[in-house]
């Protein structure tokens, strides 16, 4: 791939995603569930972008969305309503509403409070709302804080007991229809054993209230496969579904799975533009034109992208890759091996598909990089880079409320 003609013909910074890879993925995991009925909804806060969608929708994908915003971008993509997921602890009343009236799959429950809100805007609009509740197995899931979610600590899903309250209430009422079970124990997760342990808990709740006539259709196992940014070992596929399918033995459910990560973040890759090099009392930075407003993953969770140089390498030291911001977090590597590089030099920040676009900000006044793909061995523009005017455009109309003095 010729990195400096495409940062000539669409500037730097530049986010490049191959979708021959996420395809591969998609299938592979889809694939991999293929003696049983399951459907793969990817988690659309990893990358929200409207190309991206609507190929995924084209392979027949459903959607994990965490806003109602998400679930239009779903649609807009040519996602079918009945393979999207409503999910998110603070979901306001007009996204419900919206939410039911597009006849989504389920929406999935967070507390008791935000059930009989949904209850109650199903009432209003003579609707029977199908549902899934989220359940918290509180399992270790091993992974950054942060990014953990099946622990009784962590804000999301509730306990078992509660959950059970939660389902006999949803089959009594005439405007809920309790169609689904779901657990999210985290991201970023190396090892299926976590995943499966909760698998069985969920699973054996399950069986509980089928005994009482309620009819599970949907067991959602959340999403949260990790990927080597490091040279990790990761989740071993035929396990992680074998683990799945023999925790429900012989339940007769839909999977659902909600990857992200998983899906898209290998196939990413941000390319930057070396400004300067400098060097503080034998300390060198390598100053980019990428900064964390295009990807924040490495100051919020220290998280490890690999950074190459796209020159020989020689002569290599350490260095820490920095961007302009006015911010001591705004790094994108610590101590990488890399050559002596100048002004103009171009580098390749790995592993970015994932987190990397959907987190950007305008922080500083930046603007917003351009996005393209690969696909078939051809380039195409899926985001254009932002302008000046499109920074300033929900800001510019007021100014002239300011023109005289107050």
């Known amino acids: 791939m010729d990195y400096q003609n495409l940062a000539n013909t669409y500037e730097t910074p530049l986010y490049i995603y191959d979708f021959n890879d996420i395809k591969s993925r998609y299938l592979e995991l889809k694939n991999s569930f293929s003696a049983r009925k399951s459907l793969i909804c990817y988690a659309v806060k990893a990358n929200s972008n409207l190309s991206l969608l609507k190929f995924l929708a084209n392979l027949g994908c459903g ?23 409503l999910s998110g602890v603070g979901k306001r009343d007009d996204e419900i509403e919206e939410a039911i009236k597009s006849n989504i799959l389920m929406i999935n429950v967070e507390s008791k409070a935000e059930l009989l809100q949904i209850e109650k805007i199903s009432q209003n609009l003579n609707n029977k709302t199908r549902i899934s509740i989220r359940v918290n197995p509180n399992i270790d899931p091993k992974t950054h804080p942060y990014i953990s979610t099946g622990l009784k600590e962590n804000k999301f899903g509730v306990s078992i007991e509660l959950a059970k309250w939660m389902y006999l209430y949803a089959k009594k009422s005439d405007f809920l229809d309790p169609v689904g079970i779901h657990f999210h124990i985290g991201s970023q997760l190396l090892d299926e054993q976590p995943i499966i342990e909760a698998s069985k808990i969920i699973a054996d709740l399950m069986k509980s209230l089928k ?12 999403g949260g496969i990790g990927v080597d940014y490091e040279d990790e070992k990761t989740i071993n ?23 992200g990560r998983f899906l898209v973040a290998k196939s990413g890759k941000l390319l930057t533009k070396v400004l300067y090099e400098k060097e503080n009392l034998g300390k060198r930075f390598v100053i980019v034109d990428a900064a964390m407003s295009e990807l924040l993953r490495p100051s919020l969770y220290q998280a490890f992208h690999n950074i190459k140089a796209l020159k020989p390498y020689e002569n290599l030291s350490k260095c820490d890759v ?16 890399l050559p002596n590089l100048n002004s103009g030099d171009l580098l390749l920040i790995e592993d970015s598909g994932a987190y990397g676009f959907s987190m950007a900000s305008n922080y500083n006044s930046r603007l917003k990089p351009a996005a393209i793909c690969v696909l078939d061995d051809k380039i195409q ?3 254009k880079k932002e302008s000046f005017e499109d920074l300033i455009k929900n800001e510019v109309e007021f100014l002239g409320n300011f ?4």
């Open 381 to 383: 523009l899926i985001c």
């Open 63 to 85: 959607f994990d969305c965490v806003s109602f915003n998400e679930v239009k971008k779903a649609l807009l993509a040519g996602a079918k309503n009945y393979n999207i997921i």
């Open 237 to 259: 596929l035929y396990n992680y579904t074998q683990g799945i399918l023999s925790s429900l033995n012989g339940q007769d459910v839909t999977i659902v799975c909600e990857p």
């Open 322 to 337: 920095v961007g302009p911001i006015c911010e001591s977090g705004d790094f994108l590597g610590k101590d990488i091996n």
């Open 403 to 406: 023109d005289e003095k107050h």
């Open 211 to 222: 005994a009482l006539d309620i009819d599970i259709k949907f067991f959602d196992v959340g």
